[in-house]
């Protein structure tokens, strides 16, 4: 699809319409800085806000989503259960947390962060199907509008989906130029799942290398920008995060241009120029 707005989109396998483009705050500050990168996204039309429990900035985006003027029903609003609350009980209360921080009674969608935390390392597929159950409960209630996954691979989709009534509808995972977890995005796009790409522009990482500055100078256009061009058109939602009001509004404007297939060929192929996903199974977290 080409899309031609911010408002554009995908629509979930539950036909949920979510924004092609979301604004991340991963490692954005609480407080004003979070409050102000927030109100400036939602100011240059951005339509889709990304959080997360364990980002510690909940309170802030639900400041800045109020603050802003912007009808509550008009922003598609994510956030994630952290690993510490998997399991049935621990996931609802975790969910009041997160709503009574964001001040929403719903949110758009809610994710599993991470499949096997440290702490569930022996029984995690039990507490991801726990977990499941509360968010198929918050889905049925009209809590949550859509549910999905964070960093899953296929070997823990498939013990999920044993249990599951309803299968997820989103799997973020990490994707940016030369990180492209191809058997990850071929298995979710066989089950109908959505990929967000988190990370979109290689955690900054992206900006020093050399090959994606001659792209940007080809296209006339920023590195960011060309990356974010990238990620749509490889059929992924990115979720790009600043914090810089310039930048912000930079980084929407994506949909006056097109990279050829080649060069987004290209672009994949840089294996590692902004690092690698973390093996899920391995982290200490």
Known sequence: MAYTSLTD??????GVKIPCIGFGTWQTPDGETAVSSVKAALKAGYRHIDTAAIYGN????????????????????????WNAEHGYEATLRAFEESAKKLGTGYFDLYLIHWPNPAAFRSNWQEANAGTWK????????????????????????????K??????????????????????VTYCRGK?????AYSPLGVGKIFAAPEMQSFADKYHRSVAQVCIRWSLQRGYLPLPKSVTPQRIAENAQVFDFEL?????????????????????DTTSF
């Open 163 to 184: 249990t599951a009534a309803v299968a997820p509808q989103v799997n973020q995972i990490r994707l940016c130029p030369g990180c492209t977890q191809d058997a990850v």
């Open 134 to 161: 509360a968010f198929e409960e918050l889905y049925r209630a009209g809590k949550v509008k859509a549910i999905g996954v964070s960093n899953f691979h296929q070997r823990h989709i498939e013990p999920l989906l």
């Open 9 to 14: 989109g995908f629509t979930l396998s539950n």
């Open 260 to 280: 050829s297939a080649e060069d987004v060929e290209k672009i994949a192929g840089l294996t590692g120029i902004a690092g690698l996903d973390q093996n899920p």
């Open 58 to 81: 909940e309170e802030s985006v639900g400041r800045a989503i109020k603050e802003s003027g912007v009808p509550r029903g008009e922003i598609f609003l994510t956030t994630k259960l």
């Open 192 to 196: 109908g799942i959505l990929l967000e």
